[in-house]
């Protein structure tokens, strides 16, 4: 089988890799700033440390196949990002305590996404029948679903909160007398 052939989408897929944490990374201390919810905000301070740790881990992947990040380049991942910091921005308006179930929400998209990617280059990386690397991405990709798991056993709480906490006057306005 020639591998050359798969090269290229494995860097690119990389680069995806590399962008989106590197992004997360840098947003992440804000968003654990602005949670309300206590174990939503714990969790994110794990996602911090486990990107970081993630990210020292995979330096030898990115020096072996001379793979740097997008520069933000990645329109999925952009679109999260620009979706979180707005919420960031205007932290001042709205309910807070709804503020942070599109937080979760966003979280969630961006777990997804880096599911999707990390399944990718796990499978390009068989069929360059680079097992090491497969492996790692593969302690990665169970990281992140485990992530996932943890926040899709929030959502229902920060929801909760969410309808609990929302002022009268909200209410009436979303359902109108009929």
Same mark, same amino acid.
């Given at each position: !089988?020639?591998? $050359?052939?798969?090269?290229?989408?494995?860097? %690119?897929? =990389?680069?995806?890799?590399?962008? $989106?944490? $590197?992004? +997360?990374?840098?947003?992440?201390?804000?968003?654990?700033?602005?949670?309300?919810?206590?174990?939503?905000?714990?969790?994110?301070?794990? #996602?911090?440390?486990?990107?970081?740790? #993630? !990210?020292?881990?995979? #330096? #030898?992947?990115?020096?072996?196949?001379?793979?740097?990040?997008? *520069?933000?380049?990645?329109?999925?991942?952009?679109?999260?990002?620009?979706?979180?910091?707005?919420?960031?921005?205007?932290?001042? %308006?709205?309910?807070?305590?709804?503020?942070?179930?599109?937080?979760?929400?966003?979280?969630?998209?961006?777990?997804?996404?880096? !599911?999707?990617? =990390?399944?990718?280059? !796990?499978?390009?990386?068989?069929?360059?029948? *680079?097992?090491?690397?497969?492996?790692?991405?593969?302690? +990665?990709?169970?990281?992140?679903?485990?992530? *996932?798991?943890?926040?899709? %056993?929030?959502?229902?709480?920060?929801?909760?909160?969410?309808?609990?906490?929302?002022?009268?006057?909200?209410?009436?306005?979303?359902?109108?007398?009929?």
């Amino acid at each position: !089988m020639n591998t $050359a052939l798969f090269r290229e989408p494995l860097l %690119e897929e =990389l680069r995806n890799w590399i962008d $989106a944490q $590197a992004q +997360f990374v840098l947003i992440l201390p804000a968003l654990c700033r602005a949670v309300r919810v206590r174990d939503l905000r714990k969790l994110l301070e794990r #996602q911090e440390t486990r990107i970081a740790r #993630q !990210m020292r881990s995979s #330096q #030898q992947i990115f020096e072996a196949f001379s793979v740097t990040a997008n *520069d933000g380049n990645n329109p999925a991942v952009r679109a999260i990002v620009q979706d979180l910091l707005a919420l960031l921005q205007h932290k001042e %308006e709205g309910n807070p305590t709804c503020r942070n179930a599109r937080i979760l929400s966003l979280l969630r998209q961006a777990g997804h996404l880096q !599911m999707a990617t =990390l399944r990718s280059v !796990m499978l390009l990386c068989h069929l360059l029948e *680079d097992r090491d690397t497969e492996r790692m991405l593969e302690t +990665f990709l169970q990281e992140e679903i485990e992530g *996932d798991r943890t926040l899709a %056993e929030l959502a229902p709480h920060v929801l909760w909160w969410c309808a609990a906490h929302r002022p009268e006057e909200s209410w009436k306005s979303a359902f109108p007398p009929s």
